[in-house]
């Protein structure tokens, strides 16, 4: 299970910090995710991280103001958000999948999935 929080409505430059807490499984077995969908548009991943927390992806879209990051001991995975524009606002899922040593950067590739947190960014 995967439970988001940390979502809400900020201005335009502002900041947030999504936290997802999973529980059930080994977390620390798990490559992560944070993907986004706005209203009538396809989800999209824009964060990535491995299990070990090694390696990490970001989508053009948020590279530079995102960074994801992870806490084992916690079975916590945290997307910062910086310098947040408009058309950041979406719902905000988090997703696993059960592989230790790689990331994908399609929404598809991940096979759980978080209830979503929404973020609203005022222009």
């Known amino acids: 299970q995967l439970v988001e929080s940390g979502g809400g409505l900020v201005q335009a430059g502002g900041s947030l910090r999504l936290s997802c807490e999973a529980s059930g499984r080994t977390f620390s077995n798990y490559a992560m995710g944070w993907a986004r969908q706005a209203p009538g548009k396809e989800r999209e991943l824009v964060a990535a991280?491995?299990?070990?927390?090694?390696?990490?992806y970001y989508a053009d879209s948020v590279k530079g103001r995102f960074t994801i990051s992870r806490d084992n001991a916690k079975n916590t995975v945290y997307l910062h958000m910086n310098s947040l524009k408009p058309e950041d606002t979406a719902v905000y899922y988090c997703?696993?999948?059960?592989?230790?040593?790689?990331?994908?950067?399609?929404?598809?590739?991940?096979?759980?999935w978080g209830q979503g947190t929404q973020v609203t960014v005022s222009s």
């Open positions: 997703a696993a999948k059960s592989v230790r040593y790689a990331w994908s950067d399609s929404a598809r590739w991940y096979d759980y």
């Open positions: 991280i491995t299990a070990n927390g090694g390696s990490t």
